[in-house]
């Protein structure tokens, strides 16, 4: 089967960093993407690996192991508005995202 | 600008009772999926759509249909609502399948089957 796995729930501090987690199985790799949900929101695009190393933007960079089926998302200089769900999303053979349930980030002063 | 959007964004229901929920985009983009979401898991792909005319099921598809009649638009019809339907719900559009093609979000319909 087809799985994706990262934490339920982290706290982290205000101007701290964070690295969020993200294991997988899935048929085939297109793919990973994270998204940010804010509580009664919309997922939004936050990144996409397809190649192995780290992608940055900004305070946010998302790094990609295809062989060990591992991805994580690093926030630096944590905001109050940071506060979220990060969702991470694998693109399998047949082109279809695979989500796991998302992390509940929370961001204590 | 170009937006996705959801109607109703809130919608009380009874067992038994048809439901139609409406997505609409201005992105002129060829997909089109819909999704559940509830507590303590992924979003699920319930349909999805790569153009019109063109409908296909996805993880969580039984109870529920599609249909593509233009570019904009992809309806999804709870034929016979049951309880295990209440759950908040997902459209999204894309440009194309594969790669890098982020998916843009409509901002959610919360349907409560009682």
């Known amino acids: 089967g087809q799985n994706i796995d990262q934490p339920t729930e982290m706290t982290a501090t205000e101007g701290a960093i964070v690295q969020i987690n993200c294991t997988y199985q899935t048929s085939g790799f297109n793919g990973l993407f994270w998204y940010q949900q804010h509580a009664g929101e919309a997922p939004t695009f936050l990144s996409y690996?397809?190649l192995d190393g780290l992608e940055e933007k900004g305070r946010f960079s998302s790094f990609l192991s295809r062989s060990k089926g591992y991805s994580y998302l690093l926030l630096k200089e944590l905001q109050m508005k940071d506060s979220a769900s990060y969702l991470c999303a694998v693109m399998d053979s047949n082109y279809q995202l695979i989500w796991g349930a998302g992390t509940k980030l929370i961001i204590k002063p | 600008d170009a937006e996705i959007t959801q109607s109703p964004r809130h919608k009380i229901t009874e067992t038994g009772r048809q439901v139609t929920l409406a997505c609409h985009q201005t992105?002129?983009?060829?997909?089109m999926f819909w999704y559940r979401q509830d507590l303590g898991h992924g979003l699920r792909l319930i349909h999805y759509s790569y153009g019109v005319q063109d409908t296909n099921k996805g993880e969580v598809s039984d109870g529920y249909s599609v249909s593509r009649s233009n570019t904009e638009d992809l309806p999804l019809t709870l034929e016979s609502a049951a309880s295990s339907q209440t759950s908040v719900y997902f459209c999204a559009s894309s440009e194309s399948a594969g790669g890098y093609n982020e998916q843009f979000f409509g901002p959610g319909t919360r349907l409560t089957v009682l």
């Open positions: 690996n397809v």
């Open positions: 992105w002129n983009h060829n997909n």
